[in-house]
C-alpha cells in the first residue's frame, strides 16, 4: 500500500522524476496540444505533475498528494471549497477507520497468533510450509495494510526456514516463504474493498463519478472475488514448490519447533486479546451484512434497511460509518492496566500518506472531469474499444495495468488510469464496470521487479532473492493473475452481479 520508494528512498528514479515533473508540467501547461482549452491544459499539467512524482516518488507521497488542492485554486480548475472536500471522502473515512481496527490488532499480537495458528495446522514439511505461509499471507492481507503484513510475516518466515533446514544461507525453501509472503499479502488485498487502497479508489470514485452506480458492498465484493484467491494459493503454490524445489531441501525438522516456540512465546489468551478479536469479528459482520447480498436471483436484505431512510435514500450509512463507530467503541472498551483496547498512540504508525493520497486522487479526478478533460481523452480510447468484444477488451486492460504497477505504486495507477478507462468505456458505450473493476484488481499485480510492491521490496531487502530470480517467478505470477482475474471476472462475477457489456442507465446520467 505504501510506496516503495519509502523503502528506497534517493533512488535514480526520483531524481529524474524532481525535474521531469516540472518540465512536463510546463510543456504541457504552455504548449498548445489540440483543441484543448486552457483550463483543461492547466488540469491536464497538475495531473502530469502529480503522476510523474507518484510514479518516480520525487517527493513523499503524501506532499505530491496535496498538488491537486494547491495548484487548481491557482490555474482556475476547481475553487478551493470545491477541491478540499475530496480529501476527506467517505472512502477516506473508511480507510481511516479500518487502520485503527488493524492498528490494534497489531498492538494486541492478535496477527502474529493468527498467523502461527495456520502455520501450526499444516505441518512443517517443506511444501506444506509453504503453504502454510500463502494461507496466513492472503488471511491476514484481507484485513490489514499489505506493507505491515508482509513486516510481520517475514521474520517469522525466515526464523521458520532456518529452523526447517538448520542453515542461514539463502536456500529455495527461504526463497519459496519470502516469495509466499511478498505474493501473497498483495493478492490477499484484493479480496475485501478494505484490503488494499486500489479498492477504495474504485469505490470512490464509482460514487463520486456515477452517484446512482450499484453499491459495490463488502459482502458482494468478497463473494465476487473469492475464486481469484481461493485458485490463486493451490496455483501459487504449485509454481512455487516445483519452480524452487522445495520438496528436495534438506530438513532439519526444527521447522515444527520454532512455531510452537513462536506460539508459546505469545502465552495464553488475555482479556484484552479476546475483547480485541471479538470487536474486529463483529466489525467484518457488520460490513458484510450492511448491504444487500445478491446471489444471482436470491437477495439476501442487509441491516442497513432497519435504519431509517434519510432525504429519499435507501440507506444513510457506509462500510466507513462501521468502521469508525466500532473503532471509536474500542477507545472505550478496557485495555490492562487502566488503558483502554485503543488509544491515539497507535496513530503513529497510521500511513496518513496513503490517506492524502487517496484524496488527491479523488480531487485530481474531479478537476479533470470538471474540465471535460476525462472526455476528451476518453472519446480518442473509445474508437479503439468500441465494437471489440469485452473479454478482449478486459484481458488487455488487465495486462496493461498490471504491466504499469510494475513501475509504479498500485495506488497512483488507479488514480491515475481509472478515470481514463471510465471515460472511454461510457464513450465507447460500454458499461464503465466492466473495465473499472479488473483494472482495479491489476492495479495490485506487479511481481517481477523489487520495485513493483513494497512487500517485493522488503522481500528483495532480505538479500535473499536474487533480481533475476524474482523477475523469473514473478513473470509466471504474473502471467497467472492477470488469467485468473479476466477469467473470474467474465465467467463468474459479470453473471453473479447481473453486469451487462451494455451502458447501463446510471452511467448515462453520471
Known amino acids: 500500500m505504501i510506496g516503495a520508494g519509502e523503502l528506497q528512498s534517493g533512488s535514480r ?6 525535474w521531469l515533473g516540472p518540465l512536463l508540467f510546463a510543456a504541457v501547461y504552455l504548449l498548445p496540444l489540440g483543441d484543448l482549452t486552457q483550463r483543461q491544459r492547466a488540469a491536464a499539467a497538475v495531473a502530469a ?17 496535496l498538488l491537486p488542492v494547491a495548484l487548481f485554486p491557482l490555474l482556475g480548475v476547481l475553487s478551493a471549497k470545491q477541491a478540499a472536500p475530496h480529501y476527506f471522502d467517505d472512502v477516506v473515512m473508511l480507510f481511516l477507520g479500518a487502520m485503527l481496527l488493524a492498528l490494534g490488532l497489531e498492538r494486541w499480537n492478535l496477527h502474529r497468533r493468527i498467523a502461527l495458528a495456520i502455520l501450526a495446522r499444516v505441518g512443517s514439511a517443506p511444501n506444506r510450509l509453504v503453504l502454510g505461509f500463502l494461507i496466513a499471507s492472503v488471511f491476514l492481507s484481507l484485513w490489514l495494510n499489505n506493507t ?5 510475516l517475514l521474520p517469522i518466515g525466515i526464523a521458520v526456514a532456518r529452523g526447517a533446514t538448520g542453515s542461514d544461507a539463502p536456500t529455495p525453501l527461504v526463497q519459496a516463504l519470502l516469495f509466499a509472503i511478498a505474493y501473497g499479502v498483495s493478492v490477499g488485498g484484493m479480496g475485501t474493498p478494505i484490503g488494499t487502497a486500489p479498492n477504495q479508489v474504485l469505490i470512490g470514485q464509482l460514487h463520486s ?13 468478497m463473494l465476487g472475488w473469492a475464486p481469484v484467491l481461493v485458485l490463486w494459493i493451490p496455483l501459487a503454490w504449485w509454481v512455487l514448490t516445483r519452480r524452487l524445489r522445495t520438496a528436495e531441501v534438506p530438513v532439519a525438522r526444527g521447522g515444527a519447533a520454532e512455531i510452537a516456540r513462536e506460539r508459546a512465546a505469545l502465552g495464553r489468551w488475555k482479556a484484552p486479546e479476546r475483547r480485541m478479536g471479538l470487536l474486529f469479528a463483529a466489525t467484518a459482520l457488520l460490513w458484510i451484512t450492511r448491504g444487500d447480498l445478491e446471489l444471482g436471483s436470491v437477495s439476501v436484505p442487509g ?3 432497519l435504519l431509517p431512510a434519510f432525504d429519499g435514500e435507501t440507506a444513510n450509512v457506509s462500510d466507513a460509518t462501521v468502521a469508525l463507530v466500532m473503532a471509536g467503541i474500542g477507545f472505550l472498551l478496557p485495555g490492562e492496566a487502566g488503558g483502554r483496547l485503543l488509544d491515539w498512540k497507535i496513530t503513529e504508525r497510521m500511513p496518513w500518506d496513503v490517506l492524502l ?17 476525462d472526455a476528451t481523452i476518453g472519446a480518442g480510447l473509445a474508437s479503439w474499444i468500441e465494437g471489440r468484444p469485452s473479454w478482449q477488451v478486459e484481458l488487455v486492460v488487465v495486462a496493461s495495468i498490471a504491466l504499469f504497477s510494475e513501475i509504479a ?11 481514463v478507462l471510465a471515460t472511454a468505456a461510457q464513450s465507447a458505450g460500454l458499461n464503465p464496470l466492466v473495465v473499472m473493476l479488473p483494472a482495479t484488481l491489476a492495479a495490485s499485480v506487479g511481481f517481477m ?5 513494497p512487500p517485493n521490496a522488503l522481500a528483495y531487502a532480505t538479500r535473499m532473492i536474487p533480481a533475476p530470480r524474482m523477475a523469473k517467478v514473478g513473470a509466471l505470477m504474473d502471467v497467472l493473475l492477470i488469467a485468473l482475474i479476466v477469467l473470474v471476472f467474465h465467467f463468474w462475477l459479470k453473471p453473479l452481479w447481473g453486469l451487462e457489456d451494455a451502458l447501463p442507465s446510471w452511467a448515462h446520467r453520471g
Open 49 to 65: 505533475l502529480t503522476a510523474t512524482w507518484w510514479v518516480t516518488e520525487a517527493v513523499p507521497i503524501g506532499f505530491a498528494s
Open 357 to 373: 493520497l487517496i484524496g488527491g486522487g479523488f480531487c485530481l479526478a474531479a478537476g479533470v472531469r470538471a474540465c471535460g478533460l
Open 13 to 18: 528514479a526520483a531524481r529524474v522524476g524532481r
Open 409 to 419: 505504486s498500485n495506488t497512483a495507477t488507479a488514480q491515475v488510469l481509472l478515470p
Open 449 to 453: 521487479l523489487p520495485v513493483g510492491t
Open 148 to 152: 505491515a503484513a508482509a513486516l510481520m
Open 303 to 305: 441491516w442497513q434497511r
Open 209 to 221: 463519478r456515477y452517484p446512482d452506480a450499484p453499491e459495490l458492498g463488502f459482502g458482494a465484493w
